[in-house]
């Protein structure tokens, strides 16, 4: 029993549906590189839990897992259910660390039902917030922008801050906590509703269209004295824009390259580079991944500025697990309006 309520699996239920990587994309992922599979609903050994899936966290990295070279996490495997962030339900634990009713994230995959030794998974109190913020601003784009912004690029009250993507579920909480913490910001995005949102909603200080203003000048005009902090989630022709413009000391955080994800031809690298050695400034990469010791620390002051009214969150939720391959498509045609999530099942009450 869990809040008075018996949590078992349904019975009527025999079959996990999932969706299975089946060729290496080239350029846009297709239809065709991936199988809509069935299998048993498996059970749990000594040790693992079973989760019942209910929300799929959709992320422009899991475009990057499917090339078969070399990373910073194994590729998934040709024949391998696709690998995603996940929010669910234990319902059936072998597990001295997990009760059934336990809603947990974790990496469960695209499928309805997910085996888990319980390393990979993490507790959420469901009560704090919507089911679907738990895979944005409480999940690992919340942990990313947590950490890209304040352990990488240290802001500084008074500073300029950049953002690239900036209507995204990384870039909307970095442009945010930038703001909380004294600092000027100004977001890059691909419509005016977009942009309305980044100043209107979010409070950024200025928002620049990217598919319609000359990136460049609108930076010179919103960032008159120069850049301070990039945060980067395009790279490409974006990223030399920047760096153009970086002041001394200025600090550039490398969440993501988005516009170079689908590229057939190789990855278009930074040309001016050594803006960082005229100004003495520092790129540095990270992968959120590193910081999941901490998780709890970010977690836990996300929902303090959540709850203070600092912080807005916001979840673009697709409905049904074979809607998959189109829905994930959405984050490279910029569809999605705030963090994408595909929900799978409808939760319990």
């Known amino acids: 029993m869990i809040f008075g309520r018996e949590v078992t699996q349904d019975m ?6 999932q969706w299975k990587l089946s060729a290496r994309p080239e350029g846009m992922p ?22 019942k899936i209910y929300y799929i966290s959709l992320d422009p990295a899991m475009r990057g897992w499917m090339n078969d070279q070399r990373s910073y996490i194994e590729p998934i495997k040709l024949g391998d259910v696709m690998r995603a962030g996940t929010l669910g339900q234990v319902v059936s634990s072998k597990s001295d660390g997990y009760s059934e009713g336990d809603w947990v994230v974790g990496i ?13 998974l993490r507790k959420v109190d469901i009560s704090l917030a919507r089911h679907a913020t738990f895979l944005g601003a409480l999940g690992m784009p919340g942990m ?5 912004l304040l352990d990488i690029c240290n802001p500084q009250e008074g500073e300029t801050v950049v953002v690239s993507g900036a209507a995204g579920a990384v ?16 977001g890059t995005a691909g419509s005016p509703k977009k942009c309305n949102y980044l100043v209107e909603q979010l409070g950024f200080d200025a928002a620049i269209n990217y598919k319609e203003e000359d990136l460049y000048h609108s930076l010179r005009k919103h960032c008159p004295k120069g850049i301070d902090i990039y945060f980067d989630n395009v790279g490409g022709e974006t990223l030399d824009t920047v760096l153009a413009q970086i002041r001394r000391g200025a600090r550039i955080s490398i969440c993501g390259a988005i516009s170079q994800y689908n590229n057939t031809e190789g990855v278009n690298g930074p040309k001016n580079y050594l803006s960082l050695l005229i100004n003495r400034a520092r790129m540095e990469g990270f992968i959120v991944f590193d910081y999941a010791p901490r998780y709890g620390e970010a977690a836990k002051e996300i929902a303090g500025w959540i709850t203070a009214g600092k912080l807005f969150t916001r979840e673009h939720v697709v409905e049904g697990l074979e809607t998959f391959p189109d829905t994930l498509n959405m984050l490279f045609t910029g569809e999605n309006f705030g963090k994408l999530i595909l929900k799978v099942a409808e939760p319990p009450k």
């Open 12 to 17: 009527t239920e025999s079959v996990n549906h």
């Open 30 to 51: 297709k239809h065709s590189d991936f199988e809509y599979a069935e299998s048993p609903i498996p059970e749990p050994a000594d040790g693992q839990v079973l989760v």
């Open 108 to 120: 469960g995959g695209v499928q309805e039902y997910a085996l888990s030794d319980g390393k990979d």
């Open 144 to 148: 990313t922008a947590y950490f890209g």
């Open 171 to 186: 870039g909307a909480v970095v442009g945010q906590i930038a703001k909380i913490k004294g600092c000027r910001v100004i």
